[in-house]
């Protein structure tokens, strides 16, 4: 299997949604400073989004310029939660076709019968794959040798090929895990919090040399997403009581279906409110793609892979500045 270097697992850790800070510069006329970052749709994103609807990032001073980056270049470093597998929260779920699930596939154990099965994610070395591949080891299975893994079919395409008895066990972003179900193509058998508890999903990621120059405009960056996160866990535990925080939200991820996300809050996954990511899950899931795939050919520090210090200072100034209120 292919290896990777430490800045490809740091985004593969982040795999969910990694958030990229590129670059930033003065922007003179407004007196604010411009940051680019690459986000992407998906709904722990909406942090971002959030932040910047709401004038959080203005008020620290960024003017932000989202692009999208297909490879950031440079050695990252992760530095901020934006997302996790809280209990009740995470944002994947493993499911099982119908027929299996009424043959009696519907216990931990029951999945040692998935041998020689195909097991069915987005993306090799995604959230997805390491959230099943824990769970055929769990059952007692070898996650590499005793299943067929297909990595290179889209997600809503995994839920069609349920319906159609090509693959047999997937793991797929929770709202198309609700639909798939509710076709009868397939029964969730749990949320990845149930495999993996409060395993870091995605994480905001920085460029070594952005962190050196930066770091003052890191932290204010962070200072936003943080209340961001703040107020998406409150819509994400009550989206009706939060309507228009909700209508915010839609408008720049997928689904853009307010009644979908409402159905399936509040697994939208959760955002550590002190901003801090959860490290021993970050050095499980390398311990986990070392040791079983043998695609980390060199593990990693802990220090070389994420920068605690970020998220202490902005929760820090935040208690002391109070920007937001």
Known sequence: MKQISRRRFVARVSSAGMVLLAGSKRVRAQGHEKLTIGPSPFINQATIFLANELGYFSKMGLDIDMKIFMDGGGPLRAFLCNGQGRRGRAVTALVIRSDHYDAGIKTLADLARMKGKIAAVGAAGSINQYGLGSALKLAGLDPVRDVQWQTSVPQPDIVKQLGQKQVDVAEI?????????????????????????????????????????????????????????????????????????????????????????????????????????????????????????KTVETKVPQQRVVELSIAKEAVQRLSVERPFG
């Open 173 to 293: 972003t929770y709202h198309l895990a609700y639909l798939a179900q509710k076709e009868g193509f397939c029964r969730i058998l749990w949320s990845r919090d149930e495999i993996l508890p409060d395993s870091q999903a995605a994480m905001h990621t920085v460029r070594d040399d952005i962190l050196q120059e930066k770091r003052d405009t890191v932290v204010k960056y962070a200072m936003a997403c943080i209340q961001a996160g703040r107020v998406f866990n409150q819509v994400a535990g009550d989206p009706e009581k939060h309507a228009d925080m909700l209508k915010l939200i839609v408008k720049s991820i997928f689904p853009r279906d307010e009644a979908l996300l409402k159905a399936v809050a509040p697994h939208w996954e959760w955002i550590a409110e002190d901003g801090m990511p959860n490290v021993t899950s970050i050095m499980a899931e390398q311990d986990f793609w070392a040791d079983t795939f």
